[in-house]
């Protein structure tokens, strides 16, 4: 297979047919108006970018305007370093309109936020001035906006993106993002937005695969340039190395060219960078110092930088890059810049470039971006004078970047600039300068909750400044140090009330509240007020708790503390909801749902939305919860808790719907987010409604083991809010195994454990259990009594699920009584709520024992007034079996089996196994 002149590249798109004709259409809706943001996903050399590039050219081929822009590693550090970069191209735009809009956008992100309220807000206006502006570029026509390598994007960017998605449906725009799906680490700030955006239907995602053998082949023989197809061995052998990427593809093709015309190729470089370094070999001399030259500056440039780090005339350099493009090295962008090709071959040219030779290039870029102001920023200045060895250099421009990320409230990216300039600090820094630097530092670690880092950088200050002498200096910094301590308390006292520690949380939530008040720290007092009224209320001190929850949202909101405020909402929403105080529960969400919209606090705002859908299943409004629940698990995807709240209350609706599989899908899916978050307010629902579900399903022993699994987790930190649904639960189960004793000594056990917090909305359940226990034993009369304040106790506090199995428990108490027309009465009520409710387990339920006040005959006719259990033992005692063969027949151990007969002999007032046969034998005639 003769091979002249491989191709570096390939020119067509292999695999991507269905993208392209996906992108063409998004073009088409854009152009009629209704733009939207479109996500290119995929690994490092998948295609992302040549996907990009040929949909531009598709957007310019129909007359769209087209503007791009790029994040490179280092712009992590840059605030709105996607968005600087897009201002800057269309500042140099010679379109209409452009330049007026990225001047404006620049200026936009150049000055420093000013106004009242906290930080928060601040940035949420600079947020949307700028979404303004770029809404503008649609008053011109179609546009395209082009932008690559979202992984590496800072917070900001991703924010100011996020919420032009929001206006793109209106807008004759189409935006188009690449990001690398392999590198959305948990702290990189496009992990977070992503799934808010695809969880809200604010964007589109589509991510590309690798490529098939087939394609591979297809791939390979283009590249080759032979009339017939590549040998399949070779195919072989290109597949298993490349992985279906085609830049890997392209990459070991081009450097084995002249060995691989046979069918047993002699050598495959073992990896990507050896391949780029091999083909880098065939380039000129000058081209290859040019291309490692070029990579030390990063993924971009122009002509004019690589001339002048080259140390290079402009004619020579444009020469070598002509090469380093036609050899598939660098891709022409806009406005006369280049890129390279891949992000992975310029880091494999750059890793080639002799250490000493590498830190002298570092030192000319940071000098010529010095010299051109506004190239790259401060923060690239700073990175490659780090690079460089040239500590004050980088310290002075890392202090100035971050100073101005401060100021637009990019904490992390903040933190890390101070770090670098903490790193690069020159030796005569005096001990005052080097304080204030620590003190910066410190705020920006407290600002992204790294308490700990914040307070050793504030104790080393003033350390410092009280050894300089500086006796008022280092008293200033004391507030700091003690604010930061106070944090750190009220991290721990939420950490504590995580783990339902709620004494040790008490005491935290106290000192913090102390420590943050003597600072003058209103957020951390106010976050600290909020947990501590909280871990109160939770511990059964509703009077003490939540006066301070409805004072902590007045004091925030007064003093325009959003964060604060939307936290404190929450907390007093969803502790209402849990501890079944439904009525202050929905007048607190619905209020903080609203305060939420209009902060635009879109994580706050779905979490109460899930907990609201619990409060309207639990007050039996299952058709408003259903669209509530839906809505908060499609818009709040990302947010755990939110999603874990949501599939609890889809389980329990399925459920009650008479949906096991669909409940059981909910459920477990709940069941595992919350173990692997391993918080009891996250497990414990799914637990109980799963042994909902098992009791369902006559699966008595799996709803006594969930029960009992529900009670463990309770037990570990004196928890009753959690568990006093599983109260009536095990007992359920454990009547219908046929065991009273263990019945009574968990009614014994849960019972205690719940009156110990004493919690008001769940000690009907308490009543509840008692009542069952007595029915089970015959003692009708004071069944009825307990029954009866369980029924009230949960109609009272308005949790319908539970209020309504007490009517039928009344019911079934009422028929035993020969009181007929009174189950009738209750039978009838339960039916119109289970109706209205949509619960058709209940109907059910109440449908079975109005069948016995007919006497239609059902099974459960004949167990009166045995369980069902109990039913079975006495049908197998009629058949002459031994308590041993009855053991081995429903597989429980002999002792149980013989308590079964007891217990039917008692029930039945019966002295010999004869009378049971003989009772079995009457029912069955009946």
């Excluded at 970047?401 to 409230?409: C, E, K, V, Y």
Aim: hydrophobic share 50%.
């Amino acid at each position: 297979m003769a091979q002249a002149h491989p191709l570096r590249a390939s020119p067509v798109l292999f695999g991507r047919d269905e993208l392209l004709a996906l992108g063409r259409r998004r073009l088409q809706q854009a152009r009629d108006g209704t733009g939207e943001l479109l996500f290119l996903a995929g690994e490092a050399g998948i295609g992302k970018t040549r996907l990009l590039n040929a949909l531009v050219r598709e957007a310019l081929s129909e007359g769209y305007r087209v503007f791009d822009a790029e994040v490179s590693a280092g712009d992590v550090e840059l605030s709105a370093g996607l968005f600087l970069d897009l201002g800057h191209q269309l500042s140099r735009s010679a379109l209409p309109g452009a330049s007026a809009i990225g001047a404006s956008i620049t200026a936009t992100l150049a000055q420093s936020p000013s106004g009242s309220g906290d930080a928060h807000r601040r940035r949420r206006i600079m947020v949307l001035e700028i979404v303004d502006r770029l809404a503008e570029l649609a008053e011109a026509g179609p546009t395209l906006l082009a932008l690559e390598d979202l992984h590496w994007s800072d917070g900001l960017s991703v924010e100011v993106l996020a919420q032009f998605a929001r206006r793109l449906p209106a807008l004759p725009v189409l935006a188009i993002a690449t990001y690398r799906s392999d590198e959305l680490y948990p702290r990189v700030p496009m992990r977070q937005w992503r799934a808010r955006l695809l969880g809200q239907r604010l964007a589109e995602e589509v991510r590309l695969r690798r490529l098939s053998f087939d394609e591979v082949d297809s791939m390979a023989t283009l590249l080759l340039g032979g009339p017939t197809r590549a040998p399949r061995d070779l195919v072989e052998l290109l597949h298993e190395r490349s992985d279906g990427i085609p830049l890997h593809l392209e990459e070991l093709v081009a450097a084995s060219a002249g060995d691989l015309g046979s069918s047993s190729p002699r050598a495959v470089p073992d990896t990507l960078r050896e391949a780029i370094l091999q083909r880098c070999s065939a380039l000129s001399e000058h081209s290859a110092a040019l291309a490692g030259a070029t990579a030390v500056i990063g993924r971009s440039f122009d002509l004019e930088l690589a001339a002048a780090v080259a140390d290079q005339p402009v004619e020579q350099v444009a020469a070598g890059v002509e090469e380093l493009v036609e050899r598939a090295f660098l891709a022409p962008a806009l406005d006369g810049w280049y890129d390279f090709r891949h992000a992975l071959i310029r880091d494999a040219l750059e890793s080639a470039v002799p250490l000493a030779l590498r830190r002298r290039l570092h030192a000319r870029v940071a000098a010529v971006a010095t010299a051109r102001r506004g190239l790259g920023g401060a923060a690239f200045c700073s990175a490659h004078y780090e690079a460089a060895g040239a500590s004050g250099e980088a310290h002075a421009h890392a202090l100035g970047a971050a100073q101005r990320a401060a100021s637009l409230s990019n904490h992390r990216e903040a933190l890390e600039l101070f770090g670098r300039a903490v790193r690069c600090a020159p030796d005569d820094l005096s001990e005052r300068e080097m304080a204030d630097l620590l003190i910066a530092r410190a705020a920006e670690a407290a600002a992204t909750d790294d308490n700990r880092a914040a307070a050793e950088d504030y104790g080393r200050a003033h350390d410092l400044l009280a050894g300089a002498g500086d006796a008022v200096a280092a008293a200033d910094v004391l507030p700091r140090l003690v604010a930061v301590r106070g944090r750190l308390a009220a991290a721990l006292s939420a950490a504590y009330m995580l783990d339902r520690r709620l004494e040790d949380s008490i005491a935290h939530g106290e000192r913090a509240q102390a420590l943050a008040a003597d600072a003058g720290d209103e957020a951390t007092e106010l976050n600290a007020l909020v947990t501590f009224g909280a871990v109160l209320v939770f511990a059964g001190r509703g009077d003490g708790g939540w006066p301070r929850l409805e004072d902590a949202v007045r004091r925030a909101r007064a003093n325009r503390f959003e964060a604060e405020a939307a936290r404190a909402y929450r907390m007093i929403g969803s502790s209402a909801s849990v501890l079944v105080e439904y009525g202050r529960a929905e007048e607190w969400l619905r209020a903080g749902i609203d305060y939420a919209e209009r902060c635009e606090l879109w994580n706050d705002r779905h979490y109460m939305a899930a907990h609201l859908g619990h409060v309207l299943w639990a007050t039996g409004r299952w058709a408003q919860a259903a669209p509530v629940v839906e809505h908060a698990i499609a818009d709040g995807w990302g947010g755990l808790t939110t999603s874990i709240t949501a599939l609890h209350v889809r389980g329990f609706l399925a459920l009650g719907r008479a949906l096991p599989e669909q409940a059981r899908e909910a459920l477990d899916e709940a069941c595992d987010l919350g173990l692997r978050m391993g918080e009891l307010q996250r497990l414990s629902p799914a637990l109980w409604g799963l042994a909902e579900l098992a009791l369902a399903e006559r699966r008595w022993g799996d709803a006594a083991s969930l029960c009992q699994r529900g009670f463990e987790a309770s037990a570990a930190v004196r928890d009753a809010a959690y568990l006093f649904p599983f109260l009536v639960t095990g007992t359920r189960a454990l009547i219908e195994l046929g065991d009273p004793v263990a019945a009574a000594a968990w009614v014994e056990d849960v019972s205690t454990a719940v009156l110990d917090r004493a919690i008001p909305g769940t000690l009907p359940s308490i009543e509840h259990a008692r009542g069952l226990l007595l029915l089970a034993a015959g003692s009708t009369g004071q069944a009825r009594s307990s029954l009866a304040a369980a029924r009230d106790g949960w109609l009272h506090r308005g949790r319908a699920w539970e209020g309504a199995w007490a009517s039928i428990d009344l019911a079934r108490c009422a028929y035993r009584s020969n009181r007929a027309a009174e189950a009738a009465t209750l039978l009838a009520q339960v039916g119109t709520v289970a109706a209205e409710m949509g619960a058709v387990h209940l109907e059910r339920a109440a449908d079975a024992v109005t069948q016995l006040i007919g006497g239609r005959g059902t099974a459960e006719v004949a167990w009166a007034p045995l369980t069902a259990r109990e039913f079975e033992v006495a049908q197998l005692v009629c058949a002459g079996r031994t308590n041993r063969e009855i053991a081995a027949e429903l597989t429980i151990s002999a002792k149980t089996a013989a308590s079964h007969v007891e217990h039917i002999l008692v029930k039945l007032g019966a002295g010999r196994r004869t009378e049971i046969a003989a009772w079995v034998v009457g029912v069955r005639a009946e």
